[in-house]
């Protein structure tokens, strides 16, 4: 076992994995990093398409692991994780379910102050601390408001 990449006594670091192979016609990709291993779905038959998409992937998990930078993660990553840890009640999942966003937006959400605008000032709080709690479970920091709930632009304006 002396030498063997990845054996109990081995000296030899890992090599990472990096491939791209098919099942049917679906292409899928097989990536190896410092936090794991990443195997999914390309979603398309065309090689072409599939090295793209494996090229960009090997990218991200590349930046990842040398630049430090965050992972991206998705609106609907991010709802999925809020309703595990916080179980909420039908009022809060009808309310985000209503302001639709995309489930594969990347946050954090800066479209979420256009919608904040043109709500009523007690819906636009409770919208906005909805998405406020989800970003941070997900460790983003949260969309900034570019005016105060409750007045309109004018008395915004006046105050500046």
């Not at 256009?114 to 941070?136: E, K, M």
Request: net charge positive.
């Amino acid at each position: 076992m002396l030498g063997i990449p990845g054996g109990r006594f081995a000296r030899v670091p890992i090599i990472p994995i990096a491939m791209l192979y098919r099942v049917g016609k679906t292409g899928y990709i097989d990536l190896g990093s410092a936090r794991g291993r990443l195997r999914r779905s390309t979603g398309t038959s065309d090689k072409r398409q599939a090295q793209a998409y494996h090229d960009r992937v090997r990218n991200e998990l590349w930046r990842q692991d040398k630049l430090g930078e965050a992972p991206r993660v998705t609106w609907g990553e991010a709802v999925a994780k809020w309703v595990e840890e916080r179980n909420p009640g039908l009022p809060d999942r009808y309310r985000i379910r209503s302001c639709g966003v995309d489930s594969n937006s990347v946050l954090p959400l800066s479209s979420i102050t256009d919608l904040l605008a043109q709500l009523p000032p007690s819906t636009a709080n409770r919208l906005y601390s909805i998405v406020a709690v989800i970003h941070r479970l997900v460790g983003i920091q949260r969309p900034p408001v570019h005016r105060t709930p409750g007045r309109s632009f004018s008395q915004d304006q006046a105050y500046q």
